[in-house]
Nanobody, 116 residues
Framework: QVQLVESGGGLVQTGGSLRLSCAASVSMFTSHTMGWYRQGQGKQRELVAGISSGGSTNYADSVKGRFTISRDNAKNTVYLQMNSLKPEDTAVYYC??????????WGQGTQVTVSS
């Protein structure tokens, strides 16, 4: 049974920062690619950032230079540091785990709201 629990969302002003956390209950955490997705109102869910089991990262163009994804394998946790937030970053953010690259698991989502 895989469980992902997100935390760290909230309301912030334009230019502010937030750090999202996702704690995973899963065996062999280091074997799985982790990612953050977001879904704005009326929009499709999109990849924000991903980090492989080896630590390689990738980012959506819209967040490059502002967001940083990282993982702490000792704590089975992945983070998303979000700086210089913009109103267009407002969305529900979801943690994703790709179980041995075969199956996707999702967290419950955490709301991030950036006020202008």
């Amino acid at each position: 049974q895989v469980q992902l629990v997100e935390s760290g969302g909230g309301l912030v002003q334009t230019g502010g920062s937030l750090r999202l956390s996702c704690a995973a209950s899963v065996s062999m955490f280091t074997s799985h690619t982790m990612g953050w997705y977001r879904q704005g109102q009326g929009k499709q869910r999109e990849l924000v950032a991903g980090i492989s089991s080896g630590g390689s990262t990738n980012y959506a163009d819209s967040v490059k230079g502002r967001f940083t994804i990282s993982r702490d394998n000792a704590k089975n946790t992945v983070y998303l540091q979000m700086n210089s937030l913009k109103p267009e970053d407002t969305a529900v953010y979801y943690c994703n785990l790709k179980y041995f690259g075969i199956r996707d698991y999702w967290g419950q989502g955490t709301q991030v709201t950036v006020s202008s």
